[in-house]
T-cell receptor
Framework: GNSVTQMEGPVTLSEEAFLTINCTYTATGYPSLFWYVQYPGEGLQLLLKATKADDKGSNKGFEATYRKETTSFHLEKGSVQVSDSAVYFCALSQTNFGNEKLTFGTGTRLTIIP | GAVVSQHPSWVICKSGTSVKIECRSLDFQATTMFWYRQFPKQSLMLMATSNEGSKATYEQGVEKDKFLINHASLTLSTLTVTSAHPEDSSFYIC??????????????FGAGSRLTVL
């Protein structure tokens, strides 16, 4: 079955540091890949997505590239801010005759220190 | 984007009682809503797909008699945890799919409801 494995947290960085959160997946066929972010007290929000191999999703300075050869979708940001502190979830989607489901990783808590 | 509201955000109940959690899609008519469960330090697990006007579709291993889902309108789905026990304590999250289509699943999530069963 499908699965997503992401970097265990928590991750603590200083402001303006470079961020990488690793995510690898197992799936049959050609899944779509997502990063969701959950800020304190809020619901999960879509951060970025990629629907085919070599696509790069980007938003708010974050980027992730769909690497089929390594089955990875690592999240990166060149210079993090305190406001980026949140929990980040990697996920994949593989439609099943219209019954679309997301498979999530365990989430990585990121804390940015001023 | 879509706004999904859950109520209550936090509930504590005694063992053996039933608890109802509401999920409302405030600006989008959703024929389908999804219910997830999240244990501490674990991933979100899909419990069931709530279908407006018909029975919910439950994932393997989820007790449908334990977790009753009612999707009576295009803007409201409810999850009732019946005869709750401490092991049912968890974070329950609903979501709405706003971009249906092959390989383009994008969900809008509610903020979640934390259930603690004493």
């Amino acid at each position: 079955g499908n699965s997503v494995t992401q970097m265990e947290g928590p991750v603590t960085l200083s402001e303006e540091a470079f961020l990488t959160i690793n995510c690898t997946y197992t799936a049959t066929g050609y899944p779509s890949l997502f990063w969701y972010v959950q800020y304190p007290g809020e619901g999960l929000q879509l951060l970025l997505k990629a629907t085919k191999a070599d696509d790069k999703g980007s938003n708010k300075g974050f980027e992730a590239t769909y690497r089929k050869e390594t089955t990875s979708f690592h999240l990166e940001k060149g210079s993090v801010q305190v406001s980026d502190s949140a929990v980040y979830f990697c996920a994949l989607s593989q439609t099943n005759f219209g019954n679309e489901k997301l498979t999530f990783g365990t989430g990585t808590r990121l804390t940015i220190i001023p | 984007g879509a706004v999904v509201s859950q109520h209550p955000s936090w509930v504590i109940c005694k063992s053996g009682t039933s608890v109802k959690i509401e999920c409302r899609s405030l600006d989008f008519q959703a024929t389908t809503m999804f219910w997830y469960r999240q244990f501490p330090k674990q991933s979100l697990m899909l419990m069931a797909t709530s279908n407006e006007g018909s029975k919910a579709t439950y994932e393997q291993g989820v007790e449908k008699d334990k977790f009753l889902i009612n999707h009576a309108s295009l803007t409201l789905s409810t999850l009732t945890v019946t005869s709750a026990h401490p092991e049912d304590s968890s974070f329950y999250i609903c979501s709405v799919n706003r971009e249906a289509g092959f390989g383009a699943n994008v969900l809008t999530f509610g903020a979640g409801s934390r259930l603690t069963v004493l």
